[in-house]
């Protein structure tokens, strides 16, 4: 159990430094854009790890049209009537029965 304990902080740790690294990338990125920079005399190899080309989108086949038969077909309804309103009369209420029987 304590390998479990001890290793959730180092996860926690691992995770915030990914998160920062991309944020401080992303920054970067926006802030220099593709031309190429150095920062204290070193340069800068961002834009060519952030430069990547994206492929566009295939359009969808268009989906055919079904017959006219199948357009010109009366669709089928259901009558709810005979569970709404049965037919004749309720029986007569009963009274609770008697606690002396």
């Given at each position: 159990m304590r390998g479990l304990t001890a290793s959730l902080p180092v996860k926690v740790i691992f995770t915030a430094l990914f998160l920062w690294v991309?944020?401080?990338a992303l920054y970067d990125a926006a802030a220099h854009g593709e031309q190429p920079h150095d920062h204290y005399g070193v340069s800068c190899e961002?834009?060519?790890a952030v430069h990547a080309e994206v492929a566009p989108l295939p359009l969808a086949p268009p989906l055919p049209k079904?017959?006219?038969?199948i357009l010109a077909a009366?669709?089928?309804?259901r009558d709810f009537r005979?569970?709404?309103?049965?037919?004749?009369?309720?029986?007569?209420?009963?009274?609770?029965?008697?606690?002396?029987q």
């Open positions: 991309q944020g401080a961002l834009t060519s079904p017959p006219r038969a009366e669709q089928p309804t005979p569970w709404s309103q049965p037919p004749g009369r309720a029986p007569p209420p009963r009274s609770p029965p008697a606690l002396h």
